[in-house]
Each structure stands twice: as C-alpha cells, then as structure tokens.
C-alpha cells in the first residue's frame, strides 16, 4: 500500500519539483515573474496530491493619492491594502491545514484594478517567498530559461512552417535544389515545436536571406 503523504510532506513534494524563473513580464518600466507561469509549474503537483490554496481578505482599507503626472497634469489614484491569509488544505485529510498571513498593497487609478492589483501581485510573491523560488537574478541558466519560457504562438511556428516550405518549393522549381541542398535538408529535418522564439526568428531570417540568392 502507498504511504500517504501528510500536508507537510506534500507541500515539500512541491516544493522539490520547481526549479527557478526567469522574468517573462514587463511592466511599468520594470520586468517581473508573471503569476500565470508561477501558477502552470505549481498546479500539476498541486492537484497530484490534492491540495488546495484557499485565500482569504481581511481588513481592507483605501485612501487617495493625488498627484502631478510627467505632463504636469494632476492625477489621482487608489492605493487598496489588506491583510490576507493563505490556507493551505489537504483535500485528502481536510482537518490538515496550515494558515500563513500576507499583506496586499495595490495602486490604480480606478479603485477595483487596485484591489485586482493587490490580490495579484501579494499571490505571486507569496508563492515565490513560499517556496523560495530563486529568479533569473540568482540563476546562472537564466538565458537559457529565458528561451525555454519565452511563449511561441501556433501562428508564429505556422509562418516558420510556410515559408520552409515556399523555399524548398521555389529551390526546386527554379532549378536551385543541388546549389541549397544543405539548407534543404536542414528544412526538412526540422521540427518547429523544439523551437525556442528566438531560434524561430533566427531561422526565418536565414530563409530570406537564401530566397534573396536565388531571387
């Protein structure tokens, strides 16, 4: 019979099975961990062992912030704070449970974004101070998560797949297909889906770049 893992154990479990980040957001002039991609690398084990995260506000408050913008005009905005509590249950034995308190702070210029914003950010950086999770900063692979995390859209791996395709078709056709058999061959052989975005990009601009001897 398998040992069944206590709360501790299994949220250790999680633990062991994340690796660090590399920041693939950018904004307000600044680059941070998404929580959606915080959110994909835990939620596999989490529902593996049937753990829930239930988060819970308590003494919201929110004042007003008024000031001149970098045009000079005057701009007011909400700043939302709470306590929250993080209740981690053990789906499997709902008795097993392990409270841990946060605090929220957001700011927007319309008062619901900055309670959004406060319940966003406190989640992801709970998780990352939770689990210890090290970001690019810290990580001597960060270039090469950079690559791995950085999102490939179906269309963009499409356009690759196309003009792939364009190429080895006018090669041939044009009667080009001995002088760029190599680049035909490493065409064919290709597989867009172990493809990174960069290397995408890459490979795009050396298929225009052999279209142009032949055109």
Request: proline share 1%.
């Amino acid at each position: 019979m398998t040992e069944q893992l206590n709360l501790y154990q299994k949220i250790a479990d999680v633990k062991a099975n994340i690796a660090g980040f590399t920041k693939d957001t950018k904004g307000y002039n600044f680059s941070y961990v998404s929580g959606s991609q915080i959110l994909h690398r835990i939620r596999e084990k989490m529902i593996e062992h049937n753990l829930l995260l239930v988060p819970n506000t308590s003494n919201e408050n929110w004042t007003t912030h008024t000031f001149k913008n970098k045009k000079g005009q005057e701009v007011t905005e909400f700043i939302v704070e709470m306590d929250l509590n993080y209740t981690w249950i053990n789906a499997d034995k709902p008795e097993e449970q392990y409270e841990v308190s946060y605090h929220a702070y957001g700011q927007q210029n319309d008062i619901s974004q900055a309670h959004g914003t406060a319940l966003t950010y406190a989640e992801r950086y709970f998780l990352m101070k939770f689990f210890n999770i090290p970001t690019d900063e810290d990580d001597a692979d960060a270039k090469q998560k950079q690559d791995k995390y950085s999102a490939v859209s179906q269309e963009l791996k499409d356009m690759l797949t196309k003009e792939a395709n364009d190429f080895i078709a006018i090669a041939k056709e044009s009667g080009f297909a001995e002088k760029h058999q190599e680049q035909i061959n490493k065409l064919e052989k290709m597989n867009v889906e172990t493809l990174n975005k960069n290397q995408i990009n890459v490979t795009r601009q050396q298929i225009k770049k052999w279209l142009g001897g032949i055109e």
